[in-house]
């Protein structure tokens, strides 16, 4: 399991933590910076199951243009998240929120993907599955300005 510890961030008055699902230090999610690509999930979602095989393939093309982050939400326990991440293959960073906290900065619903610009500001949020690797490379171009 991947750590957070490489997850930017900057220091902001008012952080909502959320610990990592690998038990590393925790990060403030609303003090994120990238150019980055928030992925919000649940393992009990099927449609976020669609999902991962897209971002395993476009994380694999990324060679540190952008960070992606993944944030586990709803659990029934902090297991069932980590057991998701090991069976499916996923290899980069993740958040948990234990107790529902994000839902201010996130909302509500998952699968979300948000597009995070090097100040923190949200440049895009595409709320549902993301469909294609194609589609996730245009929003990313479109969005972040990063070309794979």
């Not at 900057?10 to 910076?33: F, T, V, Y």
């Not at 093309?61 to 326990?77: I, R």
């Not at 107790?99 to 949020?125: L, Q």
């Amino acid at each position: 399991m991947v750590s957070c510890t490489s997850i930017k961030s900057s220091s902001i008055a008012k952080p909502i933590e959320l610990g990592c699902l690998d038990g590393s230090k925790s990060a403030p999610i609303n003090a994120l910076r990238g150019p980055m690509i928030i992925n919000v999930w649940g393992s009990w979602c099927g449609p976020c199951k669609e999902e991962i095989p897209i971002f395993r393939s476009f994380y694999d093309k990324l060679n540190g243009k952008l960070q992606l982050v993944g944030v586990d939400v709803e659990e029934a326990s902090i297991q069932d998240g980590r057991d998701f991440v090991i069976t499916h293959g996923i290899t980069w960073p993740n958040l948990f929120d234990a107790d529902g906290r994000s839902r201010a900065y996130f909302g509500m619903g998952v699968p979300v993907t948000w597009f995070i610009t090097a100040d923190g500001s949200v440049a895009y949020k595409k709320i549902g599955v993301i469909k294609n690797e194609l589609e996730l490379i245009a929003l990313t171009s479109k969005f972040l300005g990063v070309k794979l």
